[in-house]
């Protein structure tokens, strides 16, 4: 007999439609699988025969075949298990096969016929709606996940014989929402009112967050750049629901959404150390997973200690930081992956990190050439906002008075995020960051007296194409804050000032 069965498998972040087609029919007993499948998969005949025999349903001695198609794509992790199981008892007529119409299966199954969770159960319910599946049959670990995607009926299983039972005409018992753990809930964020001196520093941030600029920060150690860092999700804006959407979508297919029956609400933080390797940070493996990037995606991605990370691995935040996303290429085929992210990143100016003090700074010029050569120029390019600071004095460390907090800072931030919203309205630019070179006149216009002046720093501090067009788009961001349709000079100064710094230490 023959049976079919709708599963779906993950390929980047999009879901892909699979068939299960079981076959038996006599002939020399064997029980062959087919179509592409990686390791996991063909262990999934083990698996299934196993739990199959456990649960009291043993493969009798025929010719079993299974094929997955379209035979071209690549079947990779452990949901194939029982959409596998489930078309070989369809076939041999142990469950009614009409139950399986306009239904999608997925789940792994233990050697005694328990279902357990997958990854990536977001993004492939989410497909099943779009194509018309009426029901999806899914571990009930993943309960919770799926049914942040309304409108679908869902069936969350907990073994073999369950599956079974309710296919064969037992009304599925509908299982009581499990409660959020507390390990999901909300903890209270570092605060900005913590953070004691560093006044320009703290105003450099609020503009970087204000547009999503890119921000570096030149300190020496112990200067408080780990600390400011720790505090941006504080004054980040809320995620709208598309971008919950897609941020959870990502953290699925890692297997790192929270099962708390919510979409991710926070913007991601992601602050991976050093040691990191390229494929850790761009995503990696044969089939790939998404990596740092990409987990900080419609985030903060920070980077402390900037030149300690391999110079291979930061070439590759190049490309992700101008097209917001990543392409990896690999031998089962092209993978991206969203990568629209605000890079933070800090650093000390030399080993010792006190360079240009030369009375504490005891660094050679070659290794502080070296140190910093570890930063490459087009990358350095790619920051809107650079900043430096001295070391904190004494009475601002000690001082009482009331620090501005996080909630104070991230109502500005919001206001000005609300006009450049009303601004871009009819466009598919977010932020001031995203507004392309053919826009700038559009939303950068300057006067003729500006343009002069922006032609003698364009001049003098040899700036890229890209470096002049950051700096008008943080000069639009500050012009924003400060509530004005037009920049003023006030404002490109500023913008300017955020450009030099770098300059001081490279050139």
């Given at each position: 007999?023959?049976?079919?069965?709708?599963?779906?498998?993950?390929c980047?972040?999009k879901?892909v439609?699979?068939?299960?087609?079981?076959d038996?029919?006599?002939?020399?007993?064997?029980f062959?699988?087919?179509?592409?499948?990686?390791?996991e998969?063909?262990?999934?005949?083990?698996?299934?025969?196993?739990?199959?025999?456990?649960?009291?349903?043993?493969l009798?001695?025929?010719?079993?075949?299974?094929?997955?198609?379209?035979?071209d794509?690549?079947?990779?992790?452990?949901?194939f298990?029982?959409?596998?199981?489930?078309?070989?008892l369809?076939?041999?007529?142990?469950?009614?096969?009409d139950?399986?119409?306009?239904?999608?299966?997925?789940?792994?199954?233990?050697?005694?016929g328990?279902v357990?969770?997958?990854?990536g159960?977001?993004?492939?319910?989410?497909?099943?709606?779009?194509i018309?599946?009426?029901?999806?049959?899914?571990?009930?670990?993943?309960?919770?996940?799926a049914?942040?995607?309304?409108?679908?009926?869902l069936?969350?299983?907990?073994?073999l014989k369950?599956?079974?039972?309710?296919l064969?005409?037992?009304?599925?018992?509908?299982?009581?929402?499990?409660e959020?753990?507390?390990?999901?809930?909300r903890?209270?964020?570092?605060?900005?009112?913590?953070l004691?001196?560093?006044?320009?520093?703290?105003?450099?941030?609020?503009v970087?967050?204000?547009?999503?600029?890119?921000f570096?920060?030149i300190w020496?150690?112990?200067s408080g750049?780990t600390?400011?860092?720790?505090?941006?999700?504080?004054?980040?804006?809320?995620?709208?629901e598309?971008?919950?959407?897609?941020v959870s979508?990502?953290?699925?297919?890692?297997?790192?959404?929270?099962?708390?029956?919510?979409l991710?609400?926070?913007?991601?933080?992601?602050?991976?150390?050093?040691?990191?390797?390229?494929n850790?940070?761009s995503?990696?493996?044969?089939v790939?997973?998404?990596?740092?990037?990409s987990?900080?995606?419609?985030?903060?991605?920070?980077?402390?200690?900037?030149?300690?990370?391999?110079?291979?691995t930061?070439?590759?935040?190049?490309?992700?930081m101008?097209?917001?996303?990543?392409?990896?290429?690999?031998?089962?085929?092209?993978?991206?992956?969203?990568?629209?992210?605000?890079?933070?990143?800090?650093?000390?100016?030399?080993?010792?990190?006190?360079y240009?003090?030369?009375?504490?700074?005891?660094?050679?010029?070659?290794e502080?050439?070296?140190?910093?050569?570890?930063?490459?120029?087009?990358?350095?390019?790619?920051?809107?906002?650079?900043?430096?600071?001295?070391?904190?004095?004494?009475?601002?460390?000690?001082?009482?008075?009331?620090?501005?907090?996080?909630?104070?800072?991230?109502?500005?931030?919001?206001?000005?995020?609300?006009?450049?919203?009303?601004?871009?309205?009819?466009?598919?630019?977010?932020?001031?960051?995203?507004?392309?070179?053919?826009?700038m006149?559009r939303?950068?216009?300057l006067?003729?007296?500006?343009?002069?002046?922006?032609?003698?720093?364009?001049?003098?501090?040899?700036?890229?194409?890209?470096g002049?067009y950051?700096i008008?788009?943080?000069?639009?961001t500050?012009?924003?804050?400060?509530?004005?349709a037009?920049?003023?000079?006030?404002?490109?100064?500023?913008?300017?000032?955020?450009?030099?710094?770098?300059?001081?230490?490279?050139?």
């Open positions: 007999m023959y049976s079919q069965i709708t599963t779906a498998t993950v980047g972040l879901s439609c699979v068939q299960v087609e079981a038996v029919c006599d002939g020399m007993p064997v062959e699988m087919v179509g592409f499948l990686s390791s998969v063909k262990e999934a005949r083990e698996r299934v025969r196993t739990a199959l025999h456990n649960c009291g349903y043993p009798p001695a025929k010719r079993i075949t299974v094929n997955l198609s379209p035979a794509v690549r079947k990779s992790g452990s949901g298990d029982l959409p596998i199981a489930a078309a070989i369809a076939a041999l007529g142990k469950i009614r096969q139950a399986l119409k306009d239904t999608l299966v997925l789940g792994e199954i233990s050697l005694n328990t357990q969770p997958i990854r159960v977001l993004p492939i319910v989410a497909k099943a709606k779009e018309g599946i009426r029901r999806c049959i899914l571990p009930y670990g993943n309960q919770a996940e049914k942040l995607i309304p409108g679908i009926d069936w969350a299983v907990e073994d369950e599956l079974i039972s309710c064969n005409g037992r009304p599925y018992p509908v299982k009581a929402f499990p959020e753990n507390e390990m999901f809930r903890n209270a964020e570092p605060d900005f009112s913590e004691n001196g560093q006044k320009s520093v703290r105003r450099a941030c609020e970087a967050v204000s547009g999503m600029h890119n570096l920060m020496p150690p112990g750049k600390m400011l860092a720790k505090r941006i999700p504080g004054i980040l804006p809320p995620m709208t598309k971008e919950r959407l897609e979508k990502i953290y699925s297919v890692c297997g790192m959404l929270p099962q708390s029956g919510h991710i609400d926070r913007r991601p933080f992601r602050m991976p150390h050093h040691t990191i390797s390229p850790g940070l995503g990696g493996g044969i790939p997973k998404p990596g740092e990037i987990l900080a995606h419609k985030g903060v991605l920070f980077l402390d200690e900037l030149p300690e990370y391999k110079k291979s930061l070439e590759i935040l190049r490309q992700p101008e097209d917001k996303e990543i392409t990896l290429v690999r031998q089962s085929g092209t993978y991206r992956y969203p990568a629209d992210f605000m890079l933070v990143a800090a650093m000390n100016p030399c080993k010792c990190g006190y240009p003090d030369r009375s504490r700074c005891r660094c050679r010029e070659a502080i050439a070296g140190y910093l050569g570890k930063v490459s120029k087009p990358l350095l390019d790619r920051m809107d906002i650079c900043v430096e600071a001295p070391v904190i004095r004494y009475e601002e460390l000690t001082g009482t008075k009331a620090n501005e907090s996080s909630a104070e800072i991230r109502n500005r931030v919001m206001q000005a995020l609300e006009r450049q919203r009303f601004r871009f309205r009819e466009t598919e630019i977010s932020y001031n960051s995203q507004i392309s070179s053919k826009d006149e939303y950068c216009r006067s003729c007296s500006q343009q002069i002046y922006m032609k003698e720093i364009y001049q003098k501090l040899e700036l890229s194409a890209r002049y950051k008008l788009k943080t000069a639009r500050i012009a924003d804050l400060d509530d004005c037009d920049i003023r000079d006030c404002h490109l100064n500023e913008a300017v000032c955020y450009r030099i710094q770098d300059k001081k230490y490279w050139e």
